[in-house]
């Protein structure tokens, strides 16, 4: 039994509440059902209501409708809930007047877009979906129509989803909470069911014959609901799942989160970029569900968010190297709690079974058996699916696209991914003749819970953004699922919004005559730049858009730098930047739109250079980025070991670093590769990925709040066709040549008298590059190679083990890393001279190549008589084979020395395998193959000893 007390009014009466037992049906939501360990819904609110009003409490056992229809009739209980008048009930129960009338309604998928109903032969043709048993099924079947029964309306509503059925029969309050409440905002009324006296059903209080003074007492209480009242709870029940539709105020934050917010600076946040609708990449914009989410809990909060776009492995590893603070998207796992604090799920998406198989039976996972899978790569569920399916082929893809394409062109049966994700794909490739076959149902995995992953070291900014989850208001939740999940189309405006001014915004434009003076980066080609006196560049069409939409003209002021054009606007000398990034240094004097452009963030380096993981690999190197750019904030505050030296412009930066003055230079990848062209400069190459991308919006001078109201409504005006021709516009960079035709033939002169030698030195210089190139490939050889072993040295093992090791990692490939060593070899230094010791260490050497030549196998000497093996596998049992061939091999043989002495010698080996979690390190790896080198040599040298990490395949 659950009791709910519902006391009266303190001004209604000044007796003593009568207390009175009321039945309810458990499972009836929204109308009264148990949460945790009480009873809520619309039915429940509406106890509430009364209660207040007659000076009554109510005391809820809440069941099943036979057991307390019976407990009712027995007079268990002194009034029923929700019952409906009917003549044979009339008999033995007295009512009161109805409170609600609950109305049967027809619900579809938008996409489907079906025609208006008006009778049941309308259905005629169509799947129609209806619960078990429900009173009007009856009436359904006399008429023909082709019915799919389920259990529950939570079934129900699935199915239409799933697209099972193409139409859902049921109460509409019902329906409709039911599709909030799962995220399926594709699905719509489609008007009233055509059942005539079956469409309406009415819910009345009840109590025996013989009560009239507590009928007189409910009906009285029903009576003081104002009708406006009524029909708020219906709206939060039936939009908001019960919540209040007004936004909560944020809770004052702790003495220790001020100081954090107030020390945190730009915060980057992970986005998966092909997870649409929920996170991707169009037009230039990191767009979806999650993004909005985030960007609201930022206006919350005061934090600057940083997008940082990848694929989920890459970003997980970034998260786990604290290359990103916050990962979006990310469900929990308790194994994953080393690497992230979670918060609250922000959204829940069932995951299902796509396939275009009509014969595929699907119950559960068994059945996948025989059939190919295609999943996520590092998905939460993964390894729950492979210990299910066993030796079934189950193949991660790093990334969607290629998922469902594989699914289009036949190489997998099924693929396994979330609902919307799955759904957006299918539509986005026009893959035809797709499926859902079920719903994946394991254990302890009920749905995709999307939340935000923060990096440990970050911890209480978890709990900071989950208050800010907490205020978010239903009605700002279902604007933003409904934005995304409600409509087939990629992402709302693809039309251009009318441009409408209030009188504010109209005033300040006629008194600014429709001008608005402009700064922008004279050096920042493609993005924007000044040639000839003239704005260019990506930002420069963005302008010239509004313009032609508005009527505004943007007169340039002209600066030689960057720099200049920051002193500029902080002197108000020009009023908006239409390019920029923002930064908490640049909001204290300018006010910022919406991004509308994220740009790649990379970091540049010579040819030869090694490519780096993380910007922490430079060390304290020097490291270029123009003085003022928003980064260099960034980099500063977020990596204070690193050597940032300050340069004027993105030419000097990127011929210092060809000059050998810097190491490398950050930049983005539009500019880089522009300048790169424009400069000639083919010995230079992206070596790594800085961990966030510039999100570049339009800055407008702070005390002009107006002007941001209007620059504000210009891009949103901005059309999806117009975003991807600003991304088109930089992608495609093309570096136009100025010819002064005057001097063609001066040129053309001069010309002919070189020719002659230009072949020579063309031939002499090619000659010399093939030599320079081939002495460049002998010294890099030799600059990781050890002399005497002709291995890898100690320099190639610090470059290539992490390498190996992240690869495992990120693909979730077994990893095996050995360390072998010489037995006694003091002793043969000491019997046979160092001589003999160094042609055992090339036997021994040479042995290693022979039985390690795969083209993953690494081998170095990691110092003195000790080597060191690391590789990945599919099976462990084949490394240990492998490693105990080699090892009885060198038993077997002598060294070969020049005094032709018989030589023998053995081996340990100590083995470290696994496959990598996500808080495992290489020197995890290292560690533990050194203990089981100890152990071997302990056991009496000569063997191979094992120890396990991480998971085993």
């Known amino acids: 039994m659950l009791s709910l007390p519902v006391p009266s009014g303190a001004s209604e009466k000044t007796h003593e509440p009568r207390t009175v037992t009321v039945g309810v049906v458990a499972d009836n939501e929204p109308y009264s059902f148990i949460e945790g360990r009480s009873v809520k819904g619309f039915s429940i609110d509406v106890l509430r209501e009364v209660g207040r009003h007659s000076n009554l409490t109510f005391d809820i056992r809440a069941s099943s409708w036979p057991d307390i229809y019976q407990a009712f009739l027995r007079g268990d209980l002194d009034v029923i809930e929700g019952i409906s008048w009917r003549p044979d009930r009339a008999r033995e129960i007295l009512f009161t007047e109805p409170y609600h009338v609950r109305e049967v309604y027809l619900m579809q998928d938008r996409a489907r877009n079906l025609p208006q109903v008006q009778t049941l032969d309308d259905l005629n043709g169509l799947k129609v979906g209806v619960v078990e048993n429900i009173f009007y099924l009856e009436a359904l079947r006399n008429h023909g129509l082709t019915i799919h029964t389920y259990d529950t309306l939570p079934s129900l509503i699935r199915a239409l989803a799933f697209g099972w059925v193409d139409v859902a029969i049921g109460p509409k309050l019902t329906l409709e909470y039911l599709a909030t409440q799962n995220g399926f905002r594709f699905l719509e009324i489609l008007g009233p069911a055509p059942l005539e006296r079956l469409a309406r059903e009415d819910f009345r209080l009840g109590v025996r014959v013989g009560q009239q003074s507590l009928l007189n007492k409910l009906q009285a209480g029903l009576d003081a609901i104002p009708e406006a009242r009524l029909r708020n709870l219906r709206e939060r029940w039936q939009e908001f799942g019960g919540a209040s539709a007004e936004p909560s105020p944020l809770p004052p934050m702790t003495a220790d989160q001020k100081r954090l917010l107030a020390s945190l600076g730009p915060v980057r946040v992970g986005f998966m970029d092909d997870y649409a609708p929920f996170s991707f990449t169009d037009g230039g914009r990191t767009l979806g569900l999650s993004v909005d989410i985030m960007n609201r809990l930022a206006d919350l909060t005061g934090l600057e968010i940083i997008p940082v776009r990848g694929d989920w492995e890459s970003l997980l590893t970034m998260l786990s190297n604290g290359d990103i603070d916050v990962m979006a998207n990310m469900s929990y796992r308790p194994e994953r709690e080393t690497i992230a604090r979670f918060t609250r799920p922000y959204h829940i998406i069932p995951n299902v079974i796509f396939t275009r198989s009509d014969t595929l039976q699907y119950r559960d996972l068994k059945d996948l058996s025989s059939v190919r899978v295609g999943l996520g790569a590092g998905i939460y569920y993964e390894d729950a699916v492979r210990a299910i399916l066993g030796d079934t082929p189950v193949l991660p893809f790093g990334t969607q696209e290629p998922m469902f394409q594989a699914l289009a062109a036949g190489d997998v049966d099924v693929v396994i991914n979330a609902l919307h994700s799955g759904n957006y794909w299918i539509h986005e490739l026009g893959i035809r003749g797709v499926r859902i076959a079920g719903e994946l149902a394991l254990p302890g995995y009920a749905g995709e819970d999307l939340r935000f992953g923060v990096k440990p070291s970050l911890a209480p900014l978890a709990d900071i953004l989950n208050r800010a989850l907490a205020t978010l208001s239903p009605t700002e939740q279902r604007t933003i699922e409904t934005r995304w999940l409600g409509t087939a189309s990629r992402y709302p405006g693809a ?39 003239q704005h260019t560049g990506v930002s420069a069409q963005v302008l010239d858009l509004f313009r032609q939409r508005a009527g505004i003209r943007f007169p340039l002021v002209p600066t030689t730098s960057w720099n200049a054009s920051l002193e500029a606007a902080r002197a108000r000398q020009c009023d908006m930047f239409p390019l920029a990034m923002q930064t908490p240094e ?137 975003h991807r021709q600003l991304e088109t516009n930089w992608r495609n960079l093309r570096i136009e040549e100025q010819v002064n035709y005057t001097l063609i033939w001066q040129i053309l002169a001069v010309g002919i008298l070189v020719t002659a030698l230009l072949v020579y030195w063309n031939r002499k210089l090619g000659r010399l590059n093939r030599e320079l190139a081939q002495a460049n490939e002998a010294l890099s050889h030799l600059s990781v190679t050890d002399n005497l072993t002709r291995l890898g040295n100690r320099t190639f093992f610090d470059r290539e083990f992490p390498r190996s090791f992240q690869w495992c990692q990120r693909h979730q490939a077994g990893f095996a890393v050995a360390m072998v060593d010489a037995d006694h070899f003091k002793q043969i230094n000491d019997t046979w001279g160092h001589e003999s010791g160094d042609h055992c260490l090339e036997t021994l050497a040479n042995a290693m190549r022979e039985h390690f030549r795969r083209e993953t196998d690494r081998l170095a000497r990691f110092g003195g008589e000790e080597f060191i093996i690391f590789t990945s596998y599919q099976e462990a049992s084949d490394i240990i084979e492998r490693l105990e061939r080699f090892r009885e091999a060198i038993a077997s043989r002598d060294c070969d020395t020049c005094r032709k002495d018989h030589v023998g010698l053995t081996v340990s080996i100590g083995l470290a395998l696994g496959i990598p979690a996500p808080d495992n390190t290489p020197s995890d790896y290292l560690r533990l193959a050194d203990q089981a080198l100890y152990a071997a040599k302990g056991q009496g040298r000569n063997r191979l000893a094992v120890k396990q990490t991480g998971r085993q395949t």
């Open 495 to 533: 039309g251009s919004p009318r441009l409408e001014w209030t009188d504010q915004e109209a005033a300040w434009l006629a008194r600014h005559n429709r001008e608005i003076r402009i700064c922008v980066d004279p050096n920042w080609s493609p993005l924007e730049a000044i040639k000839d006196g």
């Open 586 to 722: 640049r909001s204290e004097y300018m006010d910022f739109t919406t991004p509308y452009l994220d740009i790649p963030n990379v970091i540049m380096g010579r040819i030869e250079a090694p490519f780096i993981d993380r910007l922490t690999d430079m060390a304290d190197q020097p490291v270029g980025v123009v003085k003022g750019y928003a980064f260099s904030e960034l980099l500063e505050q977020r990596y204070p070991t690193l050597n940032l030296v300050p340069v004027r412009s993105e030419q000097e930066g990127l011929r210092k670093l060809q000059n050998g003055e810097l190491t490398g230079y950050i930049t983005t990848l539009a500019t880089a590769s522009y300048y790169m062209q424009a400069l000639g400069l083919a010995d230079l190459k992206v070596v790594g990925r800085v961990p966030a991308d510039w999100a570049l919006a339009i800055a407008t001078r702070n005390d002009e709040p107006i002007l941001n109201n209007i620059m504000q409504k210009l891009i949103s005006s901005l059309t999806e066709e117009d």
